[in-house]
């Protein structure tokens, strides 16, 4: 089946911008590295063999070995795919919570509004970082926990992006056309409205992703994320700092991969705000 004029249109405009295609690239690398090597690696990435700690990049271990001789390239592929789990829940869940918010309050008005509103204002007053540090003390480390915190911390953007969209979108002619034909608010809503809000929600996701998969990251860090011996990139990268002179490529690789996943997902972002822009001149064909 042959894709339609618009979406070939979408295709051709994204080609066509650089940043999306080069975001594009990076975050096919993260997924194949991610989600296809961890298939044909020989190496499990919890087992330990002390008599291998932190040896250098070599035939048998390509990127070497960490403090308890486990394969750092084991270690970093099944922890691309506990960054691209919570990335996926997350965002996610962020997406429906906050999409159902802001439509509510954009679309209802009046006190609906104002108490959405306010919620969403507290939450963003607090600093996410903290706030979601608070949550996984209290719900503890686990991967519901963690998704739950960040998604508490993410649903506040959609909510006022969809807010912002649905107040512009409802005060258009096709909408007060279908209104005066008798249609039903929710109808109105979901069929006239939703659909072309779809640009400002697709960019904000393409956002959050590398928000989440960061905070995961910096959860961890801070020893607060899944518990050992979950390979998670912020834990590696935190047991790997005393390490540092005698064995830095366990740092350097669980930061590069952080670096990488997160400034692929922004370009792409960045990319897919200009094409689905359209005030911007590279979202015209």
Not at 66 to 87: E, K, Y
Not at 214 to 235: H, I, N, Q, V
Not at 241 to 265: D, K, Q
Request: some cysteine; charged content about 15%.
């Amino acid at each position: 089946m042959l894709a339609s004029p618009e979406i070939r249109s979408l295709l051709r405009r994204t080609r066509r911008n650089p940043l999306a295609v080069v975001g594009l690239a990076m975050v096919g690398f993260v997924l194949v590295f991610s989600l296809l090597l961890p298939l044909v690696l020989p190496f499990d990435p919890n087992q330990m063999n002390v008599r291998n700690a932190l040896q250098p990049p070599g035939p048998v271990h390509l990127l070497g070995t960490d403090q308890f001789g486990r394969d750092l390239l084991a270690r970093l592929a099944h922890g691309g795919i506990i960054s691209l789990q919570v990335g996926f829940a997350v965002t996610l869940l962020s997406v429906l919570v906050g999409v159902g918010l802001g439509a509510l309050s954009g679309f209802a008005g009046g006190a609906t509004d104002a108490a959405i509103m306010r919620v969403m204002d507290a939450l963003m007053a607090f600093p996410g970082l903290l706030l979601a540090i608070a949550l996984v003390a209290v719900f503890g480390g686990t991967m519901t926990a963690i998704v739950v915190a960040l998604t508490i911390v993410g649903v506040p953007r959609f909510a006022r992006v969809v807010r912002a969209t649905v107040m512009q979108r409802k005060e258009s002619d096709y909408v007060t056309a279908a209104v005066a034909l008798g249609k039903r608010p929710w109808k109105v809503l979901f069929q006239d409205i939703l659909p072309n809000c779809s640009g400002p929600i697709i960019v904000q996701a393409t956002l959050k992703f590398p928000g989440a998969i960061l905070g995961e990251a910096g959860l961890s860090f801070l020893g607060l994320g899944l518990p050992p011996p979950a390979p998670s990139w912020g834990r590696m990268l935190q047991e790997s700092r005393a390490f540092m002179e005698v064995a830095p490529n366990a740092a350097i690789l669980s930061g590069l991969a952080i670096f990488i996943t997160v400034l692929g997902f922004n370009l792409l972002g960045d990319g897919l705000r200009d094409v689905l822009d359209p005030r911007s001149p590279r979202s015209r064909s």
